[in-house]
């Protein structure tokens, strides 16, 4: 008997068995793995990372875009493993469309947290804004785009009250939209959105003395923002160093009459009747508008005083996505619960 003829073949019977219990191990490998992930012990794991995230976010000052977005995402495997091994959500539709618009939301809040940007902007009256931040915060996913972001602040009124109470701020501004140039008016609750860019005026406002330094090698113009008015209404006062000068300037803004009397309503506004004090070393000046300076590198010429309003700017794109992703959930929700306890006919 030859060598061949020895060994045993296996029949198509038992090749089928072999077969069967390799694709059951395989079924069974992705049950028990699914499974894992819709264990209510990953559950509770995520809401402690969670919980930990938030409390190095807001106690130990943490960076907050990987800490937040990172249990978030897990939560959002952990419910999608639970929807995946219970049958009861295939069999009722409204409960599943609700716990699918529920992980949507949860990806979202991730999602934003890695692209978003908060900050703060200053832009003098007629000046464009130039796409420079005083601050910012940005998740590590973010775009990037505020660069290409430019408008111009036309000017703004603010009425306020007696007692000091701020009405609200009216800010005209115009952007170029392609070859046409827009305008609106923007205020504390009315934003202007360039890019997916929010732009909201703040509290923080106050004057700004427009210079023009001239040199040898040419001439700038430039506005220096003193600090927030009428919140430090008796700190008007500011250094700076003029561009290629070779010693800082100090300034303060005098007023020789009061802007505001906060028994009484009265209107923001550059005040007409006052005068810089400037002091270069330890020589000091007096300076009002159309008075030059000599300075060591150049001639300083003070043209006015004008005033800034201070933005602040928010960006994340998931908001359209968050809102209607939790209207379907409540949608979705209420039909569940309509069905489920709508009165029924006695003969059903």
Same mark, same amino acid.
């Given at each position: 008997?030859?060598?061949?003829?020895?060994?045993?073949?296996?029949?198509?019977?038992?090749?089928?068995?072999?077969?069967?219990?390799?694709?059951?191990?395989?079924?069974?490998?992705?049950?028990?793995?699914?499974?894992?992930?819709?264990?209510?012990?990953?559950?509770?794991?995520?809401?402690?990372?969670?919980?930990?995230?938030?409390?190095?976010?807001?106690?130990?000052?943490?960076?907050?875009?990987?800490?937040?977005?990172?249990?978030?995402?897990?939560?959002? =495997?952990?419910?999608?493993?639970?929807?995946?091994?219970?049958? =009861?959500?295939?069999?009722?539709?409204?409960?599943?469309?609700? !716990?699918?618009?529920?992980?949507?939301?949860?990806?979202?809040?991730?999602?934003?947290?890695?692209?978003?940007?908060?900050?703060?902007?200053?832009?003098?009256?007629?000046?464009?804004?130039?796409?420079?931040?005083?601050?910012?915060?940005?998740?590590?996913?973010?775009?990037?785009?505020?660069?290409?972001?430019?408008?111009?602040?036309?000017? @703004?009124?603010?009425?306020?009250?007696?007692?000091?109470?701020?009405?609200?701020?009216?800010?005209?501004?115009?952007?170029?939209?392609?070859?046409?140039?827009?305008?609106?008016?923007?205020?504390?609750?009315?934003?202007?959105?360039?890019?997916? @860019?929010?732009?909201?005026?703040?509290?923080?406002?106050?004057?700004?003395?427009?210079?023009?330094?001239?040199?040898?090698?040419?001439?700038?113009?430039?506005?220096?923002?003193?600090?927030? @008015?009428?919140?430090?209404?008796?700190?008007?006062?500011?250094?700076?160093?003029?561009?290629?000068?070779? =010693?800082?300037?100090?300034?303060?803004?005098?007023?020789?009459?009061?802007?505001? &009397?906060?028994?009484?309503?009265?209107?923001?506004?550059?005040?007409?009747? !006052?005068?810089?004090?400037?002091? =270069?070393?330890?020589?000091?000046?007096?300076?009002?508008?159309? &008075?030059?300076?000599?300075?060591?590198?150049?001639?300083?010429? @003070?043209?006015?005083?004008?005033?800034?309003?201070?933005?602040?700017?928010?960006? &994340?794109?998931?908001?359209?996505?968050?809102?209607?992703?939790?209207?379907?959930?409540?949608?979705?929700?209420?039909?569940?619960?309509?069905?489920?306890?709508?009165?029924?006919?006695?003969?059903?």
């Amino acid at each position: 008997m030859s060598a061949e003829a020895s060994i045993p073949r296996p029949n198509a019977r038992e090749a089928g068995a072999h077969a069967g219990r390799g694709k059951s191990s395989e079924v069974r490998w992705w049950t028990r793995a699914l499974a894992a992930l819709a264990s209510l012990k990953l559950t509770l794991a995520v809401i402690i990372a969670f919980a930990l995230a938030l409390t190095m976010v807001y106690l130990l000052n943490v960076e907050s875009s990987w800490p937040i977005a990172v249990p978030l995402a897990a939560f959002a =495997v952990n419910l999608a493993a639970a929807v995946a091994t219970n049958g =009861v959500f295939r069999r009722q539709t409204a409960l599943l469309v609700f !716990h699918l618009s529920l992980i949507a939301i949860v990806l979202l809040i991730a999602a934003g947290r890695l692209t978003y940007l908060r900050g703060e902007a200053e832009v003098s009256v007629g000046a464009a804004f130039d796409g420079r931040l005083s601050s910012a915060q940005a998740g590590p996913l973010h775009p990037g785009h505020f660069s290409k972001v430019s408008f111009v602040n036309e000017g @703004y009124a603010i009425e306020y009250s007696p007692g000091m109470k701020r009405d609200d701020t009216r800010n005209a501004v115009s952007w170029m939209d392609g070859e046409q140039r827009r305008q609106a008016v923007i205020g504390d609750q009315e934003p202007l959105v360039l890019r997916g @860019y929010r732009f909201y005026t703040t509290h923080n406002k106050g004057f700004a003395p427009v210079f023009v330094w001239r040199t040898d090698a040419g001439s700038y113009r430039g506005t220096v923002h003193l600090p927030s @008015y009428p919140g430090n209404a008796y700190s008007q006062a500011q250094q700076w160093t003029p561009p290629g000068a070779a =010693v800082p300037v100090w300034i303060m803004l005098e007023l020789e009459q009061p802007v505001f &009397d906060e028994r009484a309503a009265w209107t923001f506004r550059a005040p007409a009747e !006052h005068k810089l004090i400037v002091r =270069v070393g330890e020589e000091r000046r007096e300076l009002r508008p159309g &008075d030059d300076y000599a300075l060591p590198g150049g001639a300083l010429h @003070y043209q006015g005083l004008t005033t800034w309003m201070g933005y602040s700017v928010f960006y &994340d794109p998931t908001l359209p996505w968050l809102l209607a992703s939790a209207l379907l959930a409540v949608a979705s929700l209420a039909w569940h619960f309509w069905r489920k306890f709508a009165a029924q006919p006695w003969d059903a």
